[in-house]
C-alpha cells in the first residue's frame, strides 16, 4: 500500500528562511489554523491567540524565525509572495502596537511576551516540531489546534496524521528505490520520464513544465543575490558573508547584469579542478546565505539544505553543458524522486534525523540527479544516491545559537562536493557488483535517527552549539 503521493513541487516549495521546518512549516501551520477559523466561521469571533511553541521549535525557534513566521501567517501573508524586506517593519508594528490583523482582517490585541510562549521543557509525541494555536472567541468560547511540522514545509494537523488519502490514480506509484526501479526496468524509462507520467496525473505538461522552470528561476535569483550581497549575517553571530567575495575573486570586478551574462562569465574562468571546486563552493554558500538572511529559497528538500542542489545543478550547467529547459527539469526530476523515496522510508527532519535527514538527503538527491544527466542507467542513479547517503550517516545537527549558520552554511559545500564526487563514482561504477542498496540506506539512515540521542536532532543542546561561547542579543 501507497503511503503517501508525493509531487515534484511538494519536495521543491518557494518560501522564506532560514528554515523549511521551523520557519516555512509553522508560518503554513498558522494560515491553515487561520482557514480552519474562516471555515468554522468564527474569524470575526476572535478576541484574542495564543501560540504555543514544543520540542524544537522552542528550543531554536528564534534563531530559526519560528516567531516570525507564525506571526506573518496569522496575518494572511504567504511565504511564496510576501516582500522579504518587509519583515522586519510588519514585526516591530505588531510587537509596538501590540495589535495583530488575524488574516487580514480581524484585528485583535496581542502581546508577543504573554500570547506567544517557548515551552522549552515540553514537547508532544508526535514529533518534536509542535506548535498549538488557541484562539479565544467572544462568550468565553475557544478553539485549539495543533499542527507538527515534519520537515520541508510539510505540515501534519494533530489527528490527521494517519490518515491516509489517495489524490490521484499514478500510473508508477512508488514507496522505494526498488518500486521506482521495478518500473524504469518494466518500461525502459529513465527516472525522470518515470516521475514526468507521475506528475502529469496531477496536471497538464505545460503546467508541470512551467512549475518546474518558475522552481528553478528562484534558485537563479537566490543563488544570483547571494554571490552579489555582501555584510553581516542577521542573529547576533556576526558571521560575514563570503559568496560574495568569492565570486569576485574568481571572476573579477566585472559585474553582469543578469544571471545568464554571469553564467556565461562563469564558464570563461575555466575547467580546471580547484575552480571548480571553488565555484561549486561558492554557488553553495551564496543560497545559504540568503536563507540565513530571511531571502526567499526553495527547499530542496529542506531550507538548511537549499544550496546543494541548486549548486549542482549549476555545476552541471556551467561546466557540464546542461543549459536547457529538458536538461534543468530532467535534474530536477530525478533530484524529488529520491527526496521522496528518502522522506517515505525515513525522514528529511533535522528535528527527527539530525542533519543526515537534511544534508545527506539533499546530497543524495543531487547525485541522483547529476548521474541521470551525464548519462548513467537507472541502477548507477540509484547507486550515486546511495553512496551520497551512506556518507552523510549519523550527520547530527548542532546549530550554533540555534541559527541556521555555522555549521549549516558550510556543509551545503560539502554535500554539494560529495554529491558530484558520489555520482562520478556511480558513472565509473559497475552496480551489478553494489554491495549496498539504495533502500538499505534508506533503512540505516532511519534507524541511525532513531538511535541517535535527541540532544543531536536541531536543539542546539549539543555539539558544536554548547561548545562554542555566545552571547547572542535577545531576538
Not at 457 to 465: F, H, P, Q, R, Y
Request: proline content about 3%; charged content about 20%.
Amino acid at each position: 500500500m501507497q503511503r503517501e503521493q508525493i509531487s515534484v513541487f511538494d519536495m521543491f516549495k518557494i518560501g522564506i528562511g532560514p528554515s523549511s521546518s521551523h520557519t516555512l512549516g509553522p508560518w503554513r501551520a498558522a494560515q491553515q489554523f487561520v482557514q480552519l477559523l474562516e471555515q468554522q466561521q468564527a474569524l470575526p469571533l476572535v478576541e484574542g491567540i495564543r501560540i504555543l511553541l514544543y520540542g524544537s521549535l522552542a528550543k531554536t525557534g528564534k534563531g530559526h524565525g519560528t516567531d516570525i513566521a507564525v506571526l506573518l501567517g496569522l496575518s494572511g501573508d504567504d511565504p511564496v509572495t510576501f516582500d522579504v524586506n518587509a519583515i522586519d517593519t510588519k514585526i516591530n508594528d505588531i510587537k509596538t502596537s501590540h495589535k495583530l490583523m488575524l488574516g487580514g482582517t480581524q484585528q485583535i490585541s496581542f502581546f508577543t511576551d504573554d500570547d506567544l510562549l517557548f515551552l522549552f521543557n515540553e514537547s508532544l509525541p508526535y514529533h518534536p516540531n509542535a506548535v498549538t494555536f488557541q484562539a479565544l472567541l467572544m462568550g468565553d468560547k475557544a478553539i485549539s489546534a495543533t499542527f507538527y511540522s515534519i520537515g520541508g514545509g510539510f505540515v501534519v494537523k494533530e489527528g490527521e496524521q494517519d490518515q491516509s488519502k489517495t489524490e490521484v490514480d499514478l500510473p508508477f506509484p512508488i514507496d522505494t528505490a526498488g518500486n521506482l526501479l521495478h518500473w524504469c526496468m518494466k518500461t525502459g524509462l529513465k527516472i525522470s520520464e518515470v516521475v514526468m507520467e507521475n506528475e502529469l496525473a496531477w496536471r497538464n505538461e505545460d503546467e508541470v513544465r512551467a512549475g518546474a522552470l518558475n522552481i528553478f528561476r528562484v534558485m537563479k535569483e537566490c543563488m544570483y543575490r547571494g554571490c552579489h550581497t555582501k555584510g553581516n549575517l542577521p542573529g547576533g553571530l556576526n558571521v560575514s558573508r563570503r559568496a560574495a567575495n568569492l565570486n569576485k575573486k574568481l571572476i573579477g570586478t566585472n559585474t553582469y547584469s543578469n544571471f545568464d551574462e554571469w553564467v556565461t562569465a562563469i564558464r570563461q574562468t575555466g575547467g580546471g579542478f580547484k575552480n571548480i571546486l571553488d565555484w561549486v563552493s561558492c554557488f553553495a554558500l551564496s543560497i545559504n546565505e540568503e536563507n540565513a538572511s530571511f531571502g526567499r529559497v526553495v527547499t530542496a528538500p529542506t531550507n538548511g539544505a537549499a544550496g546543494v542542489i541548486p549548486a549542482v545543478l549549476l555545476y552541471y550547467i556551467t561546466f557540464c553543458d546542461g543549459y536547457t529547459d529538458d536538461k534543468v527539469i530532467r535534474f530536477m526530476f530525478t533530484a524529488s524522486e529520491i527526496g521522496s523515496i528518502f522522506k517515505k522510508g525515513a525522514t528529511i527532519s533535522a528535528a527527527m534525523g539530525g542533519c543526515q535527514a537534511e544534508i545527506g538527503v539533499s546530497s543524495a538527491m543531487a547525485a541522483a540527479a547529476l548521474t541521470e544527466c551525464l548519462g548513467g542507467t537507472q541502477r548507477q542513479v540509484l547507486m550515486a544516491a546511495e553512496i551520497a547517503m551512506e556518507h552523510h550517516l549519523g550527520l547530527t545537527c548542532d546549530p550554533i545559537g540555534g541559527l541556521v549558520q555555522v555549521p549549516c552554511i558550510e556543509r551545503n559545500t560539502m554535500g554539494a562536493i560529495k554529491a558530484i564526487t558520489a555520482s562520478q563514482l556511480a558513472l565509473q561504477s559497475n552496480p551489478e557488483n553494489a554491495k549496498v542498496s539504495l533502500d538499505a540506506v534508506v533503512r540505516t539512515m532511519w534507524q541511525t535517527a532513531q538511535d541517535m540521542n535527541s540532544k543531536y536532532k536541531e536543539t542546539s543542546d549539543g555539539g558544536l552549539a554548547i561548545n562554542i561561547p555566545l552571547s547572542l542579543p535577545e531576538c
